[in-house]
């Protein structure tokens, strides 16, 4: 896969990821818990930090940015995945934590896939 088709690619997945960030921001559930806080601020920080070169296509930059924020993402995903029913356990968080770790394969599947 060329860098450009991974960054499109990226770029959808990151739109999935958006909404689950949403959800959570807004959930009432949550705004008690610092730590599940924390899985929306790293959506958020991790999608910005792609952002600037997504819009000037620099795929070289975006490919860079997108596999060094990986681990936190990841680790953000983990945890939401483990805690999620401590907070609630209503189906709209349990599918939120599964749409959050499926982003995440994808986005290590896409960045395995590049050239």
Request: with cysteine; charged share 30%.
């Amino acid at each position: 896969m060329s860098p450009d088709d991974a960054m499109q690619r990226l770029n959808v997945v990151l739109a999935h990821a958006w909404m689950v960030r949403n959800f959570l921001k807004h959930a009432d559930e949550v705004q008690e818990n610092e730590e599940m806080l924390e899985v929306h601020r790293m959506i958020f920080d991790y999608i910005r930090a792609v952002e600037p070169a997504f819009q000037r296509g620099d795929a070289k930059e975006y490919l860079h940015r997108a596999k060094g924020k990986l681990p936190k993402l990841n680790r953000a995903a983990e945890y939401f995945a483990a805690e999620h029913k401590r907070v609630s356990d209503h189906t709209n968080f349990e599918m939120a934590a599964r749409s959050l770790s499926g982003c995440v394969r994808q986005i290590e599947e896409i960045l395995a896939a590049v050239d």
